[in-house]
């Protein structure tokens, strides 16, 4: 059962590895070992799918570079990004992981779509989103009304904030950050482990975000922590989840298309007018 880790966005290349038996390893990686290997009776694997998905966390990577990975596991595609799971065990000293696979769901006898509903549920069950203030976290307080740190940035991820950009790929995660926010807003990557939302009141230019996020990423985030240079947008009344770029892009097209509209129906009341203006010349008058 492969753990060959994916490669990180931003241009960074996440290390490789093998996972490996080992008398260490938590009882669920264990069982799970055994099922890729074939070792488990028919009647144990019920009982470790349904522990191991209290295990699964949600990874979010970039599609980038990771083609032939993401063809080996169930997934879902998120524009230039892509949702993986991973079972995740923490430890005393270190946190041990292994991607699910699709192969590791044969063994399960369990689909990919089944899989992926079910590790959502058991996620936002037990990794739910924690969405605040970005000065709340950093401050360390939690569900305040004020924010220390005054800042507009809106904090979203898990608790333990590990891999918690994956809250994304939660179901309600979208309206239920528009909800917070009261509205649209744009969505930065900050690292694998969080995301941060800011509020679109109609000021702020894409190029700006994607140069900021880019410019945090060179500086601030960690390689193997990067997870893309790019920015995105949720248009909370239509339900749309896009990138800055294809919003504005879009933006522009129906602000076009709303000048030519609206030019065509002043042309059509102008001739309306001008033709009943005429027309009233060429009446007879009453008698």
């Known amino acids: 059962m492969s753990n060959s880790d994916f ?4 241009g960074a290349q996440r290390s490789q590895g093998e996972f490996r038996d080992d008398r260490n390893m938590d009882s669920i990686m264990k069982e799970l070992f055994e099922i890729a290997k074939g070792e488990m009776t028919d009647r144990s694997i019920p009982d470790v799918y349904n522990r191991m998905l ?3 966390r949600v990874q979010m990577v970039t599609r980038d570079g990771n083609a032939e990975r993401l063809a080996e596991v169930p997934h879902i595609d998120m524009l230039d990004m ?3 799971f991973r079972v995740v ?3 005393d000293e270190s946190t041990v992981s292994t991607a699910v696979t699709n192969s590791l769901l044969r063994r399960f006898n369990v689909t990919p779509e089944k899989f992926r509903q079910d590790a959502l549920l058991a996620a936002e069950t037990n990794n739910p989103v924690r969405i605040e203030g970005l000065g709340n ?10 924010d220390p740190y005054d800042s507009p940035l809106v904090f979203a991820g898990t608790r333990d904030q590990m891999w918690g950009a994956g809250v994304m790929a939660y179901p309600k995660f979208m309206e239920e950050a528009a909800q917070k926010i009261g509205g649209d807003f744009f969505l930065l990557p900050s690292s694998v482990h969080e ?3 800011l509020p679109d009141d109609g000021t702020i230019e894409a190029d700006y975000l994607k140069e900021l996020v880019t410019t945090v990423n060179m500086t601030e985030v960690a390689p193997e922590e990067r ?3 790019n920015a995105y947008h949720y248009d909370a009344r239509e339900r749309v989840f896009d990138t800055v770029d294809h919003y504005r892009e879009e933006q522009k097209k129906h602000s076009v298309l709303k000048v030519l509209d609206e030019s065509r129906k002043a042309s059509e009341k102008e001739n309306s007018v001008h033709d009943s203006f005429h027309s009233s010349f060429r009446q007879p008058p009453s008698l």
């Open 7 to 10: 490669s990180s966005g931003a």
């Open 195 to 197: 995301v941060l939302l």
């Open 227 to 229: 997870l893309t240079n």
């Open 89 to 91: 065990v923490p430890g």
């Open 82 to 84: 892509a949702a993986v």
């Open 54 to 56: 209290n295990k699964v």
């Open 137 to 146: 976290v950093l401050s360390g307080l939690e569900n305040r009304e004020d």
